[in-house]
């Protein structure tokens, strides 16, 4: 049974940071792209951020450059969002996620993970 298993949420004040990890079991995810998206309260859910299997590519929203930063170790079949200068607007439920064929939007995504609350207090 394939499954992503988010980790790593948690309260930070403003200007803070969260560093989210997701393991994925039950396959090796070779020419997957993962990534990560988030759901605000009584938002729809929207792109984080996204890699590639190597690593070579990486997408971000744009909300989010400069200060979140995905990567990944295919050796420990994880992927990993660091999180840093967190503001209020970052509260959400963040997801991980796999698919393809870039990953930017949740109809691409094959998998998902159940999902870990970041919460920003100002």
């Known amino acids: 049974q394939v499954q992503l298993e988010e980790s790593g949420g948690g309260l930070v004040q403003a200007g803070g940071s969260l560093r989210l990890s997701c393991a994925a079991s039950?396959?090796?995810?070779?020419?997957?792209?993962m990534g990560w998206f988030r759901q605000a309260p009584g938002k729809e859910r929207e792109f984080v951020a996204a890699i590639n299997w190597s690593g070579g590519q990486r997408y971000y929203v744009d909300s989010v450059k400069g200060r979140f930063s995905i990567s990944r170790d295919n050796a420990k079949n994880t992927v990993y969002l660091q999180m840093n200068n967190l503001k209020p607007e970052d509260t959400a439920v963040y997801y991980c996620a796999a698919g393809g064929p870039i990953l930017q939007n949740p109809r691409e995504v094959d998998i998902w993970g159940k999902g870990a609350l970041g919460t920003v207090s100002s």
């Open positions: 039950g396959r090796t995810f070779t020419n997957y792209f």
